[in-house]
Nanobody, 129 residues
Framework: QERLVESGGGLVQPGGSLRLSCAAS????????VGWFRQAPGKGREAVSCIGTFADSEFYADSVKGRFSISRGKTYNAAVYLQMDNLEPEDTAVYFC?????????????????????WGQGIQVTVSS
């Protein structure tokens, strides 16, 4: 069954770092744009970052620019990573990765959940002292 699996979440103190991973099962992640979304308690789902099919483009929400970095592994069907530095309590949320083959301008469409076909189950990130 085709699915995405996130890993790397957990509890970290403010100012700390975490690296989330998104791996695909039963399909090749290389051919998909991959986005990260998050949802905090009582809030809607927020687009955080996205990387293009051939890592030729990267996009970030204003709230994470300069602190988060998205990348692809170098091997075939490698995972996609979200490096999160200088974490703040406001970053506390369940983080989801998503994969989609966007037909159109990724720069305009990456924030829309309907642009993605596959979703992971989500992983908790808690930033607290």
């Amino acid at each position: 069954q085709e699915r995405l699996v996130e890993s790397g979440g957990g509890l970290v103190q403010p100012g700390g770092s975490l690296r989330l991973s998104c791996a695909a099962s039963e399909f090749t992640l290389d051919y998909y744009g991959v986005g990260w979304f998050r949802q905090a308690p009582g809030k809607g789902r927020e687009a955080v970052s996205c990387i293009g099919t051939f890592a030729d483009s990267e996009f970030y929400a204003d709230s994470v620019k300069g602190r988060f970095s998205i990348s692809r592994g170098k091997t075939y069907n490698a995972a996609v990573y979200l490096q999160m530095d200088n974490l703040e309590p406001e970053d506390t949320a369940v983080y989801f990765c998503a994969a989609g083959q966007v037909t159109g301008e990724l720069s305009k469409l990456w924030t829309y959940p309907q642009s993605y076909r596959y979703w992971g189950q989500g992983i908790q990130v808690t930033v607290s002292s």
